[in-house]
């Protein structure tokens, strides 16, 4: 199983904070380094980590030192063929990507002009590329596949930046927001300044399963990441790894090293429907990746006959069923679909207990999704976004790519571990029959 993680951020959300906080929780220093010097950036930045105490509390705090004299202008179509074309891990380049491409989408929105156009300023510069590639690195090597964050505070008053005074939230931030249905916490009790920046913003939102309080949970470890401001209370952000509820029902077997945990679990799951017959197939196609962008579990349609005969589609969206997470879905109902009502329930479901590891491959490493049967068996399903990478970046079809990977998976699948002892049948002994 992956490890979940709680991002808290009361006094606001940078990624210098947060990856403070990574290497607070004992992430070390070469999982930072490592990627960016195969950007090529080695020797171009110097990491300035110390601990100190805000209002009283102690934490990491981190500054980037820039050692480049003129650092190059990078715009988004340079950077992201750069990331592309680097010897980095698959799983690591498609979050690092995902960052900057939600980066450039949201400054290209207030600024007018299209993503290949975007200058990144304070986005591209080499302390956001430490940031980014730094964060999303430890996130992977910490094996953390689900996160929640709480609502950061965007902050009030005005900022200076490449572009001149602009006013907070920064307009970055205010559609980072938007596009991923991201609440934002008042900060009208904290002082004038920016709190949450668009890097931090932006790594949440990619890294985020949810924004809204954290589910019951056992704390394993902290991280805290410490702000430069000086303010009325402590300038942090913490970032907490946990067990979940579902793995918190029988902590004496798992302490005794069983299988606690690795039972199929009971879940609530919310169920959200509309019948939609006045939408063109692109808008629905929006429709749906918009439900999954804003934290659906899954989301879909299903083709039915309405009144008057005419054609139209049942589009179904399952998300968490807590109140938070749910007004999220029901933002994007109201913004990008065409129905004037959404009906929604409460169902229960089984799930299988899930993991996803990263296989390494002879074409590169791959994401696996894994189930763990309950006979003990693990089922495995590559990560399709990675074989499509892997298929263009060599040249071959996409089927020579899953036939690599599957022999792979073969190679090294988990050995079977029952869930319960089988019972040996004996045989009784057998008597041979007279000699005549």
């Given at each position: 199983m992956g490890r979940l993680a709680l991002l808290d951020c009361p006094t606001g959300l940078a990624g210098n904070m947060l990856l403070a906080a990574l290497l607070d929780l004992g992430v070390p220093q070469a999982v930072v380094n490592e990627p960016l010097a195969a950007l090529g950036l080695e020797g171009a930045y110097a990491l300035e980590i110390?601990?100190?105490r805000s209002g009283g509390l102690r934490g990491l705090h981190l500054a980037v030192r820039v050692l480049e004299a003129q650092p190059p202008e990078r715009h988004w179509s340079r950077l992201r063929s750069q990331l592309q074309q680097a010897p980095l891990p698959e799983s690591l380049r498609q979050r690092v990507l995902a960052v900057f491409g939600l980066l450039a989408e949201a400054e290209a929105a207030v600024h007018g002009h299209s993503p290949e156009r975007v200058h990144f300023h304070e986005v591209g510069a080499v302390d956001a590329l430490v940031d980014v590639v730094g964060v999303c690195a430890a996130l992977l090597h910490?094996?953390?596949d689900q996160l929640v964050c709480t609502p950061p505070p965007a902050g009030h008053g005005t900022v200076r930046t490449a572009h001149g005074v602009l006013p907070l939230p920064a307009p970055a931030v205010l559609e980072i927001a938007r596009r991923c249905a991201v609440p934002l916490a008042g900060a009208a009790d904290l002082p004038a300044g920016e709190l949450t920046t668009p890097t931090g913003l932006a790594l949440a939102a990619v890294w985020a399963q949810r924004f809204g309080l954290p589910p019951a949970h056992l704390p394993r470890a902290v991280g805290v990441g410490l702000g430069s401001r000086q303010l009325d209370r402590p300038n942090l952000l913490r970032l907490v790894l946990a067990d979940g509820a579902h793995g918190l029902g029988d902590g004496?077997?798992?302490a005794e090293g069983q299988d606690g945990g690795l039972e199929p679990r009971l879940e609530t799951v919310l169920v959200q429907q509309a019948q939609?017959?006045?939408?063109?197939?692109e808008d629905l196609a929006f429709l749906l990746d918009a439900l999954r962008q804003a934290g659906a579990l899954e989301a879909f349609s299903q083709p039915l006959t309405m009144k008057k005969g005419r054609p139209g589609w049942l589009v179904t969206a399952l998300g968490r069923s807590e109140p938070e997470a749910a007004?999220?879905?029901?933002?994007?109902?109201?913004?990008h679909g065409s129905s004037l009502g959404l009906r929604e329930q409460e169902q229960r479901r089984w799930a299988l207990p899930r993991r996803q590891v990263e296989l390494p491959t002879p074409l590169g490493p791959v994401r696996v999704k894994q189930a763990r049967?309950?006979?003990g068996r693990w089922s495995s399903k590559p990560e399709h976004d990675d074989l499509i990478a892997l298929a263009r970046r060599h040249g071959l079809a996409i089927e020579q790519v899953r036939a690599t990977v599957q022999r792979e998976l073969n190679r090294t699948s988990p050995t079977p571990s029952p869930a319960r002892p089988t019972p040996t049948p004996t045989t009784p002994p057998t008597t041979p029959p007279p000699t005549p």
């Open positions: 110390e601990e100190r910490l094996g953390v004496q077997a798992e939609i017959d006045d939408a063109t197939p007004a999220a879905l029901r933002r994007v109902w109201w913004q049967r309950p006979d």
